[in-house]
């Protein structure tokens, strides 16, 4: 069966360090992946999705970057945190060419102090 | 992307069957209608997906108007466990990206 992992969990970071957030899927190939952040009391928004090795689509302007190395990983990160960029990231995958269902990870919360 | 319209909170009895309404009048005839929740604190969750015809499965069913202007929802016997944000999101086919509302927040009463 298919799994997807996120980690940390949950993190702290001070505003201007940098960041990396790392997702994997296992059982699965060649999936399409996503990163959704969640700004509290706000609803989910699609940040970058990947349908292939190295191939990136940007939704939302800012100062995150989003990179694929291998078929199953997905990692976010930034040179230099703003307050903004707290919030609750999800990582999520599907398979097929769209407008399939899609499968969110347990999420990683995010505060910058 | 097509809108959706769903009440911010609803809440309902424990045991009892709840009906989640969500309008969407522009949808267009090739749009999914799909069914997401998220728990506290947990990503969201994938409850059910349909195109015309009503839909079931272990988790709820799905009643989709005769325009398909309109879906419901139905959780046939909530739980406490059931308490979630219910998102509705209509996804035209090849779409890579689900469209988050604000959802509707439900209440499960012991």
């Known amino acids: 069966s298919q799994t997807i992992h996120q980690w940390p969990a949950t993190l702290v970071q001070p505003v201007g360090s940098p960041l990396s957030l790392e997702c994997t899927v296992e059982?699965?190939?060649?999936?399409?992946l996503y990163w959704y952040r969640q700004a509290a009391g706000r609803g989910l928004q699609l940040l970058f999705y990947?349908?292939?090795?190295?191939?990136i689509s940007s939704e939302v302007p800012q100062n995150l970057s989003a990179s694929r190395p291998q078929d199953r990983q997905f990692i976010l990160s930034s040179k230099k945190l703003l307050l903004s960029d707290s919030g609750f990231y999800l990582c999520?995958?599907?398979?097929?060419?769209?407008?399939?269902?899609?499968?969110f990870g347990p999420g990683t919360r995010l505060t910058v102090l | 992307d097509a809108k959706t319209t769903q009440p911010n909170s609803m809440e309902s009895n424990e045991e009892e069957p709840v009906h989640l309404p969500c309008n969407h009048s522009?949808?267009?005839?090739?749009?999914?209608i799909h069914w997401y929740r998220q728990l506290p604190s947990q990503g969201p969750e994938y409850v059910i997906h349909g195109l015309t015809s009503n839909v079931n499965n272990r988790m709820a069913s799905l009643a989709i108007a005769e325009d398909r202007k309109s879906s419901t929802l139905i959780l046939h016997r909530a739980t406490l466990r059931d308490a979630a944000v219910y998102y509705c999101?209509?996804?035209?086919?090849?779409?890579?990206?689900?469209?988050f509302g604000q959802g509707t927040r439900l209440t499960i009463n012991p």
């Open positions: 990947s349908v292939g090795i190295g191939q």
């Open positions: 999101i209509l996804t035209p086919p090849g779409a890579q990206k689900l469209v």
């Open positions: 999520a995958w599907s398979v097929g060419s769209g407008s399939d269902t899609q499968y």
């Open positions: 522009t949808i267009s005839g090739t749009d999914y």
């Open positions: 059982g699965t190939s060649n999936p399409n």
